[in-house]
């Protein structure tokens, strides 16, 4: 036999929920403005731009950064750090399902023309599968890798590149926390997407930035 809600059994709910909502709002914001203030630091630390702009994404979801560089080849550095939406009671368990994880975009843009292209991809980061992602797959040799127990998939048209990839995901302490690396001749640049965690997020930008003047 069921039980009606009485207005006020309603009230006492509506109350809880607002101030478990209201917690979650203070707690989630502090830990994603503090993401935010650790990766700028870290990305002007490592990065040592001669100028920078950024660009706040939402309210405390994340932002946006340009880097101008010293280097004649590499002209510009460009970071996205997306947060999953903390401060959001409701929304956090969607975006958990959704987004998974926190997120590091890089973008390193040259001056100079790679003569092939190059991606390392880790098996199951795009749900909608690689062809949908990757232009001209078709004339390109896709193989997949095991690096630390996880699986990579290869795309590639100059091995020699995909080698320097691979290498550059070996090399790093955790290669499950790439998502995707390339070297992208379209657009004159070098792509990471990468999880972001304080554990690993100054090893990544410092090993990445280190390939990336590589290839100046």
């Not at 203030?37 to 946006?64: H, M, N, S």
């Not at 965690?197 to 090993?207: A, M």
């Amino acid at each position: 036999m069921e039980i009606p809600l009485s207005v006020y059994d309603i009230f006492i709910i509506a109350f809880v929920l607002a101030a478990v909502a209201v917690l979650q709002f203070f707690r989630g914001r502090k830990l994603n403005l503090i993401l935010i203030e650790y990766t700028a630091r870290k990305l002007e630390e490592i990065l040592k731009p001669k100028d920078k702009e950024y660009q706040w994404i939402g309210i405390y979801v994340g932002y946006k950064a340009r880097f101008e560089t010293s280097y004649k080849s590499l002209k510009r550095i460009e970071a996205v750090i997306t947060l999953l939406p903390r401060q959001s009671l409701f929304y956090f368990p969607i975006a958990l399902l959704t987004s998974r994880f926190d997120r590091l975009y890089l973008f390193f843009r040259y001056n100079r023309i790679f003569d092939g292209e190059a991606h390392i991809i880790r098996k199951n980061y795009y749900r909608l599968g690689l062809k949908r992602v990757i232009k001209g797959i078709n004339r390109m040799k896709v193989e997949s890798i095991r690096v630390k127990g996880k699986t990579f998939h290869l795309v590639y048209n100059d091995a020699r590149l995909m080698n320097k990839l691979v290498k550059m995901v070996e090399e790093i302490s955790r290669p499950d926390m790439i998502n995707h690396l390339a070297i992208v001749p379209a657009n004159k640049s070098v792509f990471l997407a990468a999880k972001l965690s304080p554990k690993t997020f100054e090893e990544i930008l410092s090993r990445i930035y280190r390939f990336a003047r590589s290839l100046a």
